[in-house]
């Protein structure tokens, strides 16, 4: 299946610092998520985008929706080292008969350095 | 609210069996469901799309016949991985619309398999 290209794949960072990482795609998607997946667990939720241009917050995390609809970004500032983990950029469009299918991207590992 | 529940959490299994996982919304009346594998280091991949009472949508190069879906109620799905092998071992996430209006896929935690 389709998957949405992510960068960077990984990121060895010093707690305190900002990261940024981004996501690509060649189709339009009608909304952007990102997701924050812990070792052995399900993903969750970080922030939805749901409009082209659309920049949102969440406490630390910044995200926003590409102009074209091909691409996000997500910002996360003054890193700790709880933020440690894989994150997931996720393309949303809806199903015909109702619903919506999620293509994920190649996900970017986080590590936090005290 | 909006909790996805799955089981087991993990198993491991003889190569040749079956196995089967439940997807459970707790707190919610899930119109569809979906099935994801996600190999080590890898992302996820979703496998098949079910609709309470109807037949599951399969994606491209997943085998129905071995993979079988059934998704009784409004909130339970299952999926029944039938004669596993080796490479089947993966893990497995479900999620869940809470409805047809909603945009949010709650997840579950994943169900580790792993196939000796």
């Known amino acids: 299946g389709q998957q949405l290209n992510q960068s960077p794949q990984s990121m060895f960072i010093q707690e305190g610092e900002d990261v940024s990482m981004n996501c690509t795609s060649s189709s339009i998607f009608n909304t952007w998520l990102w997701y924050k997946q812990d070792p052995g667990e399900g993903p969750v939720l970080l922030i939805a985008?749901?409009?082209?241009?659309e920049l949102t917050s969440n406490g630390r995390l910044t995200a926003q929706f590409g102009i074209t609809r091909k691409d996000s970004f997500l910002n996360i500032s003054a890193s700790i080292p709880s933020d440690v983990g894989i994150y997931f950029c996720a393309g949303q469009f809806r199903l015909t008969g109702g619903g919506n299918k999620l293509t994920f991207g190649t996900g970017t590992q986080l590590k936090v350095e005290l | 609210g909006a909790v996805v529940s799955q089981h087991p959490s993990w198993v491991i299994c003889k190569s040749g069996t079956s196995v089967k996982i439940e997807c459970r919304s707790l707190d919610f009346q899930a119109t569809t469901m979906f099935w994801y594998r996600q190999f080590p280091k890898q992302s996820l991949m979703l496998m098949a799309t079910s609709n309470e009472g109807s037949k599951a949508t399969y994606e491209q190069g997943v085998e129905k016949d071995k993979f079988l879906i059934n998704h009784a109620s409004l909130t339970l799905s299952t999926l029944t991985v039938t004669s596993a092998h080796p490479e089947d071992s993966s893990f497995y996430i479900c999620s869940a619309n809470r409805d047809y209006t909603y945009n949010e896929q709650f997840f579950g935690p994943g169900t580790r398999l792993t196939v000796l």
């Open positions: 985008l749901y409009k082209a241009g």
